[in-house]
């Protein structure tokens, strides 16, 4: 799916199943809580935290969808065509980062 098609996705979601978009600060505040449960999954599974047996269970594809769900929806709610700006970002990366990491004895 491509983003455009999410972007259309999660408008029709909200249309469907939702009474409306929160507003944007809100979304920022869900946002950050969902990047937060990413975290702690992250933290505790590949980092040094003990990983509590409650959160085994977690799914991080869940909590990573979670996520992009909220993003897309500050997108959409803020007229960002994301399609467009992931696109042009993807570009300026690759003629600034060209070469940038090649050299990079920590990524050896």
């Known amino acids: 799916m491509k983003?455009?098609?999410a972007q259309l996705a999660v408008d029709n979601w909200i249309k469907d199943h939702g009474v409306r978009y929160f507003n944007e600060l809100t979304n920022m505040a869900q946002l950050t809580e969902e990047v937060g449960e990413v975290a702690r999954i992250i933290a505790r599974r590949?980092?040094?935290q003990s990983e509590k047996e409650s959160d085994k269970?977690?799914?991080?594809?869940?909590?990573?969808a979670?996520?992009?769900?909220?993003?897309?929806c500050l997108a959409n709610?803020?007229?960002i065509d994301l399609q467009q700006a992931f696109d042009r970002k993807l570009e300026m990366k690759a003629k600034r980062d060209h070469d940038r990491h090649q050299n990079n004895k920590k990524l050896k």
């Not at 269970?57 to 990573?64: I, N, S």
């Not at 979670?66 to 897309?72: M, Q, S």
């Open 77 to 79: 709610q803020t007229g």
């Open 3 to 5: 983003i455009e098609d």
């Open 66 to 72: 979670d996520v992009l769900f909220v993003v897309l």
């Open 57 to 64: 269970e977690k799914d991080l594809g869940e909590e990573l």
């Open 46 to 48: 590949y980092g040094e």
